[in-house]
């Protein structure tokens, strides 16, 4: 089974309007982090935002927040009025067990295109 | 700060040929994954290490690829010999992972990769 699961191979969206990427993620693991990152096409790989497993409380970065539904296992990106230069791919990923020996796991990516 | 160094950022050969990509993870930081990724298969976790000591090679293509890592501030990616389905961007990244409640996500800081094709 897939442990990180992206639908959307690629999304337009308006400038200025908000986005929803897509994330769901599969583990048994108690404990657990979620991350999305940005790769422009400059190839270079950002961190954006995490998520830990016990937080009560949706992640926020300036324009990005991280809706996590746990009993949904899902873990959506939104991108607030979008910017021409959040075109790129997004990665969700997730990190299983507390600290140590923990394993990343990637999704396929999300294409995001930002129309003027 | 230095992020993560990675070296060559390009790199052309030819079938048959060795690769040795290298990788310099942020001081500090205990672990260190290395990762392929092509538009057919996306990101691949190829090995990775904690307080230098190799953890998970299930990723590793096959015999061809070794990966190692003599001490906490190095670490290097082999191919030999190499083939033309090895043409990839190679990440290498790194991230602290400690105890819990200290507020560290334990979040990857990846290098610029190392882009290599083989004719």
């Not at chain 1, 991108?79 to 796991?105: P, T, V």
């Not at chain 2, 015999?63 to 501030?73: L, T």
Request: proline fraction near 5%; glycine fraction near 8%.
């Amino acid at each position: 089974a897939q442990k990180i699961t992206q639908t959307q191979p690629g999304m337009f969206v308006q400038e200025k309007e908000a986005v929803t990427l897509d994330c769901t993620y599969d583990t048994s693991d108690p404990s657990y982090g979620l991350f999305w990152y940005k790769q422009p096409s400059s190839g270079e790989m950002i961190f954006l935002i995490y998520q830990g497993s016990y937080d009560q409380q949706n992640a926020t970065e300036g324009r990005y927040s991280l809706n996590f539904q746990k009993a949904r296992k899902s873990a959506n990106l939104v991108i607030s009025a979008s910017q021409l230069g959040d075109s790129a791919m997004y990665f969700c990923a997730m990190r299983e067990g507390e600290y140590n020996f923990n394993k990343f796991y990637f999704g396929s990516g999300t294409k995001l295109n930002v129309k003027p | 700060d230095a992020g993560v160094i990675q070296s060559p950022r390009h790199e052309v050969t030819e079938m048959g040929q060795e690769v040795t990509l290298r990788c310099k993870p942020i001081s500090g930081h205990n672990s260190l994954f290395w990762y392929r990724q092509t538009m057919m298969r996306g990101l691949e976790l190829l090995i990775y290490f904690n307080n230098n000591v190799p953890i998970d090679d299930s990723g590793m293509p096959e015999d061809r690829f070794s990966a190692k890592m003599p001490n906490a501030s190095f670490s290097t990616l082999k191919i030999q010999p190499s083939e033309p389905r090895d043409s990839a961007v190679y990440f290498c990244a790194s991230s602290f992972t400690g105890t819990g409640g200290n507020g560290n996500t334990g979040e990857l800081f990846f290098g610029e990769g190392s882009r290599l094709t083989v004719l």
